[in-house]
């Protein structure tokens, strides 16, 4: 099960983001909403989360007040939210964690080879954009695909971008006329890896490696490789080019 975690305040899902399928219950047993977590008053007291430990993925608005049944939400107490990041998730080494958040930035803090199962940031309209297709990604595979809700159900294109971008940079003041060497990119060796992964799952990243080691080109031609590859994925969604 997926846990949405909200107190939606004012039924701002439908009024301001347009959204209906969360209340409508289209992915039922799938995707559970909860907008009221009462306030325990210790603070090592979780067994009222207890249930949240055999979550999938928690998506988590980290302005989410605590409820008491005589006062309804307490606007300024937000312990269940810290008990969910910290101790139940532990920022998603215990159970996949997505804040959000309308005071958060438009661009998700999001890195998947450095943590893969916690998006540290992402604003509340861009993740309530992106729910939908979240949501139906998992249904049809079984996969929490964080990256969906980070860029969007284009994510490959935007990713393959992304760590083309870090790539380049790290050899962008080497001269291009130089012969290219895998240790210009120790410190990015699994950037590349993913590179190769996500925009030409047909290539062996071992065997790139070894040619590149028998067969060495200069750092222009490394680089025209990698702008070629992520210009046809963006393009065609794909890359056209060998190698």
Partial sequence: ??????????????????????????????????????????????????????????????????????????????TNVEKIKTIISDYGCYVPLVLFSNKMNETADYNPQK???????????????????????????????????????????????????????????????DKFMITDISDKLQVFKTFVELAMPNDDYQCICINLEDNPISIYEFRNKINLITESFLKHGKNIYNW
């Fill in 115 to 177: 943590e893969p199962d916690f998006i540290r940031e992402i604003k509340k309209n861009i993740f309530y954009k992106n729910l939908y297709d979240f949501v139906e990604n998992y249904k049809n595979t079984g996969k929490i695909e964080l990256r969906i809700l980070a860029w969007g159900k284009n994510f490959k294109a935007i990713e393959v971008s992304r760590l083309a971008d870090e790539l380049l940079g790290s050899i962008a003041i080497s001269n291009g006329t």
């Fill in 1 to 78: 099960m997926i846990y949405l975690i909200d107190d939606n305040h004012n039924n701002q899902r439908q009024n301001q983001y347009k959204i209906d399928f969360v209340e409508n219950e289209t992915f039922q047993g799938i995707l559970t909403s909860v907008e009221r977590i009462e306030k325990r008053e210790r603070a090592d007291d979780i067994s009222h989360l207890e249930f949240l430990k055999d979550a999938k993925c928690i998506l988590l608005h980290v302005s989410t007040a605590d409820w008491d049944e005589n006062e309804g939400f307490l606007e300024e107490s937000t």
